[in-house]
């Protein structure tokens, strides 16, 4: 258990429609890190947070977006979705003072029919 | 434009054997270089890293070589077991891995057999 809490585990949605996938860092942790996992793509980094400010910002699309609240957990907002969007969405956090090492959640299968 | 690749998508080895996973990177500004293992339905666990000003790296089984010179890593497991089999990512930064923003190449399948 990596303390990474992320839900749902599995979503499924229509074309056109709005979801949020939600993550809790692990305790003590300020950073947060969204990455993509497509089926024929290793891991993409999306968007990273850092006590609530954003920090660095990856292959993210304009319809995605992504905030961390002040209790640190995090939220991504996938809008507008398109077929392609399907995939498994990894949410991980890190320590201050470890570099690249990131402890990911279980990640959330995004299905859009 | 990949910048980190994994050119073997599986790899089989027989249990008490060697296990060597390959990984080449094109940017030259990479510094920090990461092996994550990832178990089916859970998320990448961190194994090992390397900076760039080291050539190799060891802990217990796994050891990482690198070399700059020809921007290749690879991930060696001594001795290989069963419970080895996973997914390995190579993952390198470019700002001291202090970012965290990895660049991932597409995973290798290990599969160590009894």
């Known amino acids: 258990d990596s303390g990474v809490t992320q839900t749902p585990k599995h979503l499924i949605t229509a074309t056109g429609q709005r979801v949020t996938l939600r993550c809790s860092p692990r305790?003590?942790?300020?950073?947060v890190y969204w990455y993509q996992q497509s089926l024929d793509q290793g891991l993409q980094f999306l968007i990273q947070?850092?006590?609530?400010?954003?920090?660095a910002k990856g292959n993210i699309l304009e319809r995605f977006s992504a905030q961390q609240f002040p209790d640190l957990h995090s939220e991504l907002n996938l809008s507008s979705l398109e077929l392609g969007d399907s995939a498994l969405y990894f949410c991980?956090?890190?320590?201050?003072?470890?570099?690249?090492?990131?402890?990911f959640g279980s990640g959330t299968q995004l299905s859009v029919l | 434009d990949q910048q980190v690749k994994q050119n073997s998508p599986s790899l089989s080895v027989q249990e008490g054997r060697i296990s060597i996973l390959n990984c080449d990177y094109t940017?030259?500004?990479?510094?920090?270089f990461l092996w994550y293992k990832k178990y089916p339905a859970e998320g990448p666990t961190f194994l090992i890293s390397?900076?760039?000003?080291?050539d190799k790296n060891e802990d217990g089984r796994f050891t990482v070589f690198l070399n700059k010179s020809a921007k290749h890593l690879s991930l060696h497991i001594v001795p290989s077991q069963p419970g080895d089999s996973a997914v390995y990512f190579c993952?390198?930064?470019?700002?001291?891995?202090?970012?965290?923003?990895?660049?991932f190449g597409k995973g290798t399948k290990l599969s160590v057999k009894p």
């Open positions: 991980a956090s890190s320590p201050d003072g470890a570099p690249g090492k990131l402890f």
């Open positions: 305790s003590g942790d300020l950073s």
């Open positions: 947070y850092y006590n609530g400010e954003e920090r």
């Open positions: 940017n030259s500004m990479f510094d920090y």
């Open positions: 390397i900076s760039s000003i080291k």
């Open positions: 993952a390198a930064s470019d700002y001291g891995g202090s970012q965290g923003n990895l660049i």
